[in-house]
């Protein structure tokens, strides 16, 4: 069996019509391109009413894989199948049918519809599934990542994508225009059509307007130096058509959290609040406290704080981020059924409380108050929740990341003066690298979950650069610690600690925030191990905004964080290349397109390039220029991990023992928008 997901690379034709899966029970249509996907099905207390008949047949051809245990062959064949013809809905919304306030499920279903074959059983509709957040901002990722949107979406390993608000996407020969094909009668969470102008409306008047949106949309750039063009070929058919070509479109549709830059919104529903629709737009805006139409539109555009807007969404968010409570009810108009036809999803509501204290939500599992939450969950509190499974009435679920590292030393190569001059030292940061013990740390700060690895993506991916480059330059090895830094800075002060090339004496901050992990544990060790070879340092605690802001301003000489961007280094990139975490002035200089910030030096430079390059680089020139992009980071050790591949980061998940249909694992990494690949659309409570 293979070692983890794999990403595939995109095919010049086809693409996203001929995915092989690569795991038990996954179905995917070919001929329409509609995946019947391995997922999950939501369920309640009342049996799903018997479906009705809908439309005749349709025959369609599939590709079935199975993995033959104990080999890495896979064996697939063809067959038809007959597509769901007849639909089963909710309770609660076929009482809206007989009340005449709302449409016939087969009206509110596209044609096809997204069909995924649940991972267990049928489930049946209705209840309200609970989780915690920690505050208004926590809302973006904790909602989106549980009802997801785009064009485009993630199977249950990571290692495909597949049409999901599409019926197709493809690429010409040389990825310049893309084609996508949508779902017939698909429409928005208040019965209006889902059409190609509402992608014109966002490529034209929203990404099109420097007064709206300043800073563009990276679909919307592009790889070039125009952006594209979004052309309406028919109602049901969007062109997005750039100068250069563009490979990386497909998985740039691919939706993180809550996404204002989406590639299309209800233009029907947003237009009211633009002037040339509506000559009150701005007198609207004022009068609703903004100083321009602008700003009040980019407020309408965020459904964290408009829960009027319709959406496509499973659930929609009921209400404000600044409640205390977030509800998010079911969208009688969702694309999805299971394979038997059931409107999708199962779970009426979903209920967000909020706690004050991280603490807090494993306080709540324990009582039996969390059905599905990892976000926010320590790792450092799973013995009791383990020891506590019974009486809370869950099981846990450690759920591994998918490749880079859940912990990492940062090093600000961007800091001037001679403070900055040592961080580019190479000696000196492979000096530091080697002086840390993280299988100490794993052990006894992850409780032994994880490996030892470099910050890379996983064996087996088109951009990893080799057995040879997982554990180089980061072994822990004291003694060539000491004699790489006795290289560079030999000299010591009275108090023990080495002085810098001119004599002066320092102290190497390492910025941390209290999120996701146990960072700040992790940092006073890695700072006691920086001690020890004779590198005066000190961890620097920080609440998260107030971290990004002395990591940006170059206050902080290394930080400890996560780097969850390894599915693919050309599209998710803010924390491989220069910015934040490990050169903020040399991003600053890459973004400006060299006009602001420091220049970087040459080396910093070949990364840029590189990256540059696979900009508009085919599938083979993106693995070669991933594996180099790599084997420099492992070489010149920016950012050294730390540990790899552990639960640690939204991992650490506490499943209700009614919830039904929840997969074994599921991909966990902030490009896959996880848990949104565990399907929750699918999940369903038992009893």
């Known amino acids: 069996m293979k070692q983890g997901p794999t990403m595939p690379e995109l095919e010049t034709s086809g693409f996203l019509r001929r995915n092989r899966m690569k795991r038990p029970l996954i179905i995917v249509v070919v001929t329409v391109v509609m995946a019947f996907a391995l997922a999950a099905c939501g369920g309640d207390d009342e049996e799903a009413p018997a ?20 080999t890495t062959q896979t064996v697939t064949k063809t067959e038809e199948v007959t597509a769901p013809r007849t639909f089963g809905e909710a309770p609660m919304l076929a009482e809206l049918v007989r009340a005449g306030t709302l449409p016939p499920v087969n009206e509110r279903v596209p044609d096809p519809p997204f069909v995924i074959q649940v991972f267990d059983e049928i489930g049946t509709y209705g209840g309200t599934a609970n989780r915690g957040f920690i505050g208004p901002t926590d809302v973006y990722c904790n909602a989106g990542r549980i009802a997801g949107e785009g064009l485009i979406r993630w199977n249950n390993d990571g290692s495909e994508m597949f049409p999901y608000v599409a019926q197709s996407l493809e690429p010409n020969s040389d990825g310049t225009v893309w084609t996508a094909k949508l779902r017939k009668g698909m429409k928005w969470s208040d ?9 014109v409306y966002v490529g034209e008047e929203v990404q099109g307007d420097d007064s709206i949106r300043p800073g563009k949309a990276i679909w919307y750039k592009g790889s070039g130096d125009t952006p594209a063009v979004v052309t309406k070929i028919d109602d049901l058919t969007v062109e997005f058509t750039y100068p250069l070509p563009y490979w990386h479109l497909a998985k740039r549709l691919t939706i993180k959290c809550i996404d204002q830059n989406i590639s299309y919104t209800p233009a029907h529903y947003m237009k009211q609040f633009m002037p040339a629709y509506n000559p009150d737009a701005e007198a609207n805006a004022k009068a609703e406290d903004y100083e321009t139409w602008q ?40 694309l999805g059924v299971d394979n038997e036809g059931n409107q999708l999803p199962y779970i009426d509501f979903w209920r967000l409380d909020i706690v004050t204290d991280k603490k807090v939500l494993s306080l709540k599992a324990i009582q039996g108050e969390l059905d599905f939450q990892g976000r926010h969950i320590q790792i450092n509190d799973f013995p009791v929740l383990k020891e506590n499974e019974d009486k809370g009435g869950y099981i846990m679920k450690m759920v591994p990341t998918y490749g880079g590292a859940d912990a990492f030393m940062s090093v600000n190569v961007s800091a001037g003066g001679p403070m900055g001059d040592l961080l580019n030292t190479l000696s000196f940061r492979l000096a530091l690298a080697a002086s840390v013990d993280r299988e100490f740390i794993k052990e006894t700060l992850n409780l032994g979950f994880g490996t030892i690895r470099n910050l890379l993506p996983p064996i087996g991916h ?6 040879d480059y997982e554990t180089k330059n980061i072994l822990y090895d004291v003694d060539l610690a000491n004699k790489l830094l006795d290289e560079v800075i030999p000299d010591r002060g009275s108090d023990g600690f080495r002085l810098l090339p001119n004599g002066d004496e320092f102290v190497y901050n390492i910025g941390t925030a209290p999120a996701f992990g146990p960072w700040p544990d992790i940092a006073e060790q890695v700072a006691n191990y920086f001690k020890a070879v004779g590198v005066n340092s000190e961890p620097k605690v920080s609440e998260f905004g107030l971290l990004l802001t002395k990591a940006r301003a170059g206050e902080m000489h290394g930080i400890i964080w996560a780097n969850d961007e390894t599915a693919d280094i050309f599209v998710w990139d803010s924390k491989g290349m220069p910015g934040t975490y490990w050169a903020p002035g040399y ?12 220049e970087p030096p040459d080396y910093v430079k070949v990364l840029i390039d590189l990256w540059q390059e696979g900009q508009s680089a085919d599938p083979a020139g993106q693995a070669r220029l991933g594996k180099e992009i790599y084997r420099w980071h492992t070489d010149n050790q920016v950012q050294s991990a730390i540990i790899a591949q552990s639960p640690m980061v939204m991992g650490v998940t506490v499943v209700s023992k009614k919830l039904g249909n929840v997969p074994e694992t599921w991909v966990n990494d902030m490009a896959f928008n996880t848990p949104w690949p565990s399907f929750p659309e699918q999940f369903y409570f038992k009893d």
């Open 462 to 467: 088109p951009h990893h650069p080799g057995p």
């Open 587 to 598: 991003g600053t200089w890459r973004t400006s397109g060299g006009k602001e910030g420091p």
């Open 51 to 70: 479906a009705q008949p809908t439309s005749a047949p349709v025959e369609v051809a599939v590709e079935k894989a199975k993995v033959v245990p104990g």
């Open 191 to 199: 019965g209006a059509p889902f059409t190609a102008d509402d992608f």
């Open 295 to 334: 700003q009040y539109f980019n407020n309408r555009m965020d459904y964290r704080w408009n829960p009027e807007k319709p959406s496509h969404k499973p659930w929609n968010i009921k209400n404000p981020a600044s409640d205390p409570v977030i509800m998010m009810e079911r969208n009688p108009f969702y």
